[in-house]
């Protein structure tokens, strides 16, 4: 059963640095597209950044310049380094895979990133 598991989340003063990281478990064949979303009380779930297997990324131009995402293919693993923290980057993140051979995308649970002014 394909699981992803998010972890790094917690309080952070801003202007601070904050690395989540996100485990993909029961792959068998690889994974694609991979993505971290964001969602704050009251809002929708936003696009943060995706990057494709190849390394190729693409970010929501209110992170853009702060927040790096990565990921190591061989361990199933996605990573999102966030700098610069501002108070409206305080959101449960999320991570999103597309698993080869899967229709569907996959969830995580989120994790809690809160910035205090």
């Known amino acids: 059963q394909v699981q992803l598991v998010e972890s790094g989340g917690g309080l952070v003063q801003a202007g601070g640095s904050q690395r989540l990281s996100c485990t993909a478990s029961?792959?068998?064949?690889?994974?694609?597209?991979m993505s971290w979303y964001r969602q704050a009380p009251g809002k929708q779930r936003d696009l943060v950044a995706t990057i494709t297997r190849s390394g190729s990324t693409n970010y929501a131009d209110s992170v853009k310049g702060r927040f790096t995402v990565s990921r190591d293919n061989d361990k199933n693993m996605l990573y999102l380094q966030m700098n610069s923290l501002k108070p409206e980057d305080s959101a449960v993140y999320y991570c999103?895979?597309?698993?080869?051979?899967?229709?569907?995308?996959?969830w995580g649970q989120g994790t809690q990133v809160t910035v205090s002014s």
């Open positions: 029961g792959i068998n064949f690889g994974i694609n597209d």
């Open positions: 999103n895979a597309h698993i080869r051979g899967s229709p569907v995308y996959t």
